[in-house]
């Protein structure tokens, strides 16, 4: 990414990936402020933030079910882990029900990431790897994984009948688990990662549905939703303000 907005994301190691999706930083090295647009992709996000000359920052971000516009005040650096849903439960042990499309600051050395905000993404990377590993739980719910695996491979496609009887849990008891965990449906959240899979296509220039949209009418209606804007506009991108879409046209 131009205009001194340094953007760089990590697959996690393959021992912590049903709790980890990445594990990121960025970094405003520029004299001006940038505009980003945060769109909704399924993930619980862990920063450690230095404002500009402000002070050091714990957040924790909930799922997000529109987009979000923000602003990177100049020489803000931070170092990010996004979590996948399972982590909520079994690695920070927390709901996150009460932060639906909001933050929750968290104290300095929270899981023992006293991060010093001045070093190197390799070097926190390492460190996060190892203290996930640390937590890992002895005994997770075997339903926990079939569904989130089955959420996660069908890119949100399966009905939650669907899925229900795949992992043999119902449909009333997997909602109530969305609703107090996460504060939203389990329909809601398989929405979003449809919305996030699509991106894929259109950050390759396809603006056209490819999932199981009923129709192109509905495919736009859906993309506007939760990036607030048509696809064709959302292609374009124009200053790199969609962080989600450059980071897959990166990869």
């Known amino acids: 990414m131009d205009n001194g907005f340094l953007l760089n994301f990590l697959e996690p190691d393959p021992s912590i990936a049903a709790f980890v999706e990445n594990i990121g930083m960025f970094h405003n090295t520029s004299a001006e402020t940038k505009e980003v647009v945060v769109l909704p992709d399924g993930r619980i996000d862990l920063f450690f933030w230095k404002n500009g000359g402000g002070p050091f920052q714990v957040l924790l971000i909930g799922l997000e079910t529109a987009p979000e516009q923000r602003f990177v005040p100049p020489q803000t650096k931070a170092f990010v882990i996004s979590f996948k849903p399972l982590a909520v439960e079994y690695i ?10 909001s933050a929750r600051e968290l104290p300095i ?17 390492q460190k996060v790897s190892n203290k996930i590993k640390a937590l ?8 926990k994984l079939k569904l989130f695996d089955l959420i996660y491979s069908s890119n949100g496609e399966l009905s939650v009948a669907a899925l229900a009887d795949q992992v043999g849990w119902s449909s009333r008891q997997i909602n109530r688990y969305f609703d107090q965990r996460f504060g939203l449906s389990l329909k809601s959240y398989c929405n979003i990662l449809r919305f996030r899979a699509s991106l894929k296509h259109i950050a390759n220039g396809k603006l056209f549905p ?42």
């Open 92 to 101: 920070l042990q927390t709901s996150i029900a009460d932060i639906l499309n």
């Open 109 to 125: 050395g929270y899981l023992g990431f006293d991060v010093d905000i001045s070093g190197d993404l390799n070097a926190f990377y």
């Open 136 to 143: 890992l739980p002895v005994d997770i719910d075997s339903r």
């Open 210 to 251: 490819e999932l199981d949209f009923t129709d192109q009418a509905y495919f736009i209606k859906e993309i506007k939703k939760f990036s607030g804007v048509i696809p064709k506009e959302l292609s374009r991108n124009q200053n790199d303000r969609f962080l989600l879409l450059s980071l897959l046209k990166q990869q």
